[in-house]
């Protein structure tokens, strides 16, 4: 997403039940920015999250992988060895959460995340023009309000 002072990115969570949604702008997509974002999901829920499903972005999960390595994280942990770990995952495994990730080359999986961020998008940078990132963050949050909490037709 753009505005006068550059280029926001932004990171979206939706509940598949309930269908609450849940996003950030953040001026970089990195693993730490990630993993923080869940962690501020994890705050924003009034449930817990069992699961989530990611697709096989570098700030997500490690180059390569075809599994999270959450499971291994967890497991370190308990033996209390000292270890390096992508932060998004760290996350899940601090707080318990089965990572789960697309497999690759099929975009259909990731079909509600990408009709959010259209939805999003269409109701933001697509209808107004924001001079400040402030602007655009204040918008974005007024919308997501409306759409979590205004009576579904």
């Known amino acids: 997403m ?11 969570a939706i509940d598949r ?4 949604a849940f996003a950030q702008l953040h001026g970089k997509a990195t693993r730490s920015v990630a993993g923080d974002f869940l962690r501020a999901l994890i705050t924003a829920v009034p449930y817990k999250i069992h699961t989530v ?12 992988d075809i599994s999270s390595a959450a499971p291994l994280i967890k497991e370190a942990m308990a ?9 998004f995952e760290l996350a899940c ?8 990730l697309t497999k690759p080359r099929h975009p259909w999986t990731n079909g509600q995340v990408e ?3 259209r939805t999003l998008k269409d109701a ?19 919308f997501l ?3 979590n909490f205004a009576r579904r037709l």
């Open 124 to 142: 933001t940078v697509r209808r107004y023009y924001y001079d400040t990132h402030d602007q655009l963050r204040g918008h974005l949050g007024d």
């Open 53 to 64: 499903l990611t697709d096989n972005g570098t700030h997500f999960t490690t180059p390569g």
């Open 17 to 20: 039940t309930s269908k609450l």
């Open 93 to 100: 495994a601090q707080n318990d959460i089965d990572h789960r």
């Open 145 to 147: 309000a409306a759409y």
């Open 79 to 87: 033996r209390g060895e000292i270890f390096r770990a992508h932060s």
């Open 115 to 117: 009709r959010m961020n």
């Open 2 to 12: 753009h505005t006068e002072e550059g280029r926001l990115y932004l990171f979206v």
